[in-house]
C-alpha cells in the first residue's frame, strides 16, 4: 500500500477485472484502491462463512476445526456452535488490525471494513468439491471448483518400480505430510514413525530430505527417502493397494479420489480431513498422535486391514 509508484502503474494499466487471493485481506484492499471490481479465489475451505454472508447453519455445518461431520448429536451442536461464533470473534479482532491500515490508506469518507470487501467480491471461487464436501446452502455468486493441479499420471522411474515390487502383493504406503513440511523437527518423532513402518510388510516410500535425517538412526530397511514425491504419479498405479499416511493438504485429497485410494490421516487437527471416515474412505486417527506410544501398534494394525 505504501509503494505508490506500482499502484500508479497498475491504474494506468486499466484492467477490467481482479482475481485475488482473500485469505491475504491486503489484496482486498490494493484492488479497492484501483477501483476496479473483482473475483476472489480461495484456495481453502469455509473458515469464516458469516463474514462472506454465507448461510452455515451449525446444526448441520461443521466448522472447519471441528472435527465433525453433517451427523452431530447436540452436544456436537453445541460445541460446533460456539465455534462458529469464536470464528466470528477471531475475525472481529483480525478486522481491528487491518482497521489501521484502511485509515492510513483511505480518505475518511470512504473506508471500507473488510466485511464490506468480503461483499464486494462479483464472484467467489472455492478449490472445493461436492464430493468431499459436506452439504451446505451456497448463494449463487459462490462456484465450487476442483483440481485445478488435477492431471494424467505418468509412469514412476523404474528404480521406484522396482523397490515396491520388492513388497509383492502387500503394496505400499505413501507418507508425505504436505507440501510445506519435509521434515520433523523432533527426532522422538521420527524414532517413533521409523520404529513403527520397520513393523510393517509394506515398503514405505516417505517425502522427507535425506540430507536432514538423524545421523544416529539407522533408516528401516524398507523405508525409501525422497526429497520430492511423484504423489499423483504413485496413486495411480494400477493393481497397487495403497494405504497412503497423509496428513491431508488440498491437492492430496483430489488426488486420492481419483482412483479412491484407502487413506489413514495422523491430521493434528483432522480439519481436511473429516470426509474420511463418512465417505467409509479410510480412518482418521484422534487417539494416536505422533508421539503417542500407541502409534507404532495402530500403524501396525493399519497396515493389515
Request: hydrophobic share 40%; with cysteine; net charge negative.
Amino acid at each position: 500500500m505504501n509503494q505508490t509508484d506500482i499502484l500508479d502503474f497498475l491504474k494506468q494499466e486499466n484492467y477490467d477485472i481482479a482475481i485475488v487471493d482473500p485469505f491475504n485481506p491486503c489484496h482486498l484492499l490494493i484492488v479497492e484502491k484501483l477501483g476496479i471490481p473483482y473475483i476472489a479465489f480461495f484456495p481453502g475451505p469455509f473458515s469464516y462463512p458469516l463474514g462472506f454472508w454465507l448461510p452455515s447453519p451449525p446444526s448441520y455445518v461443521p466448522m472447519y476445526v471441528s472435527g465433525f461431520t453433517d451427523r452431530m448429536n447436540f452436544l456436537e451442536r453445541v460445541i460446533n456452535t460456539f465455534l462458529y461464533l469464536g470464528s466470528n470473534m477471531v475475525e472481529i479482532k483480525n478486522e481491528e488490525i487491518f482497521r489501521r491500515v484502511i485509515e492510513e490508506h483511505f480518505p475518511p469518507d470512504s473506508r471500507p471494513s473488510l466485511s464490506d470487501l468480503y461483499h464486494k467480491a462479483e464472484l467467489w471461487i472455492y478449490n472445493m468439491d461436492f464430493s468431499i464436501e459436506f452439504p451446505r446452502p451456497l448463494l449463487p455468486h459462490i462456484q465450487y471448483i476442483s483440481g485445478l493441479r488435477a492431471k494424467p499420471a505418468k509412469p514412476v522411474s523404474q528404480d521406484l518400480e522396482d523397490f515396491i515390487a520388492e513388497s509383492g502383493d502387500s503394496g505400499f504406503i505413501l507418507v508425505t505430510l504436505g507440501s510445506m513440511v519435509s521434515t520433523i523437527p523432533r527426532t522422538d518423532l521420527i524414532k517413533e514413525m521409523n520404529s513403527a513402518f520397520a513393523s510393517v510388510p509394506q515398503k514405505i516410500i516417505w517425502r522427507y530430505k535425506a540430507s536432514q535425517w538423524p545421523e544416529d538412526l539407522k533408516l528401516a530397511p524398507n523405508v525409501r527417502l525422497l526429497d520430492w514425491v511423484p504423489q499423483n504419479d504413485l496413486l495411480a498405479m494400477a493393481g497397487i493397494c495403497v494405504p497412503a499416511l497423509l496428513v491431508m493438504a488440498r491437492t492430496s485429497e483430489f488426488e486420492s479420489c481419483v482412483p479412491p485410494i484407502p487413506l489413514t490421516s495422523e491430521d493434528p487437527t483432522a480439519g481436511d480431513t473429516r470426509w474420511i471416515e463418512q465417505l467409509n474412505r479410510g480412518r482418521v486417527s484422534w487417539g494416536s498422535r505422533f508421539g503417542n506410544p500407541t502409534f507404532c501398534g495402530s500403524t501396525k494394525q493399519r497396515s493389515s486391514n
